[in-house]
């Protein structure tokens, strides 16, 4: 037990301030864009790869979609088509990389990569 003790420390400090990440990975050269730039112009970036950061509002039970919130708005994420998901992480600040499109007239996010700070 008290060899067990030193491991658990040296992993918890190991552990301490990485970030989460799911999907694909973040590029670098992309930079974050408002919400309120895609709801205002929709088809300005349908289909275009963007990046967004902001806080998980809400969040489906198995974690394939939620909402993500900015200073400038909110909007629905999907994961499901990029097959993967991510665990409950309501209230955590969050950046997503994804793909614009618009559904039944509103535009979402098809989330590629997921990342908690």
Do not use: H
């Amino acid at each position: 037990m008290k060899k067990l003790i030193p491991l658990v420390i040296i992993i918890l400090l190991f552990s301490c301030g990485t970030k989460d990440k799911y999907g694909k990975e973040i590029p670098n050269n992309l930079s974050p864009i408002k919400i309120k730039e895609i709801l205002n112009s929709p088809t300005n970036y349908q289909n275009k790869e963007i990046l967004i950061v902001g806080e998980i509002t809400a969040e489906c039970g198995s974690g394939c979609w939620f909402f993500i919130q900015d200073e400038t708005g909110q909007i629905y994420v999907d994961l499901a088509p990029s097959k993967f998901a991510i665990p409950q992480r309501r209230g955590r600040k969050t950046v997503v990389y994804g793909k614009v499109e618009i559904k039944n007239g509103e535009p979402i996010i098809v989330g590629k990569g997921v990342e908690f700070k």
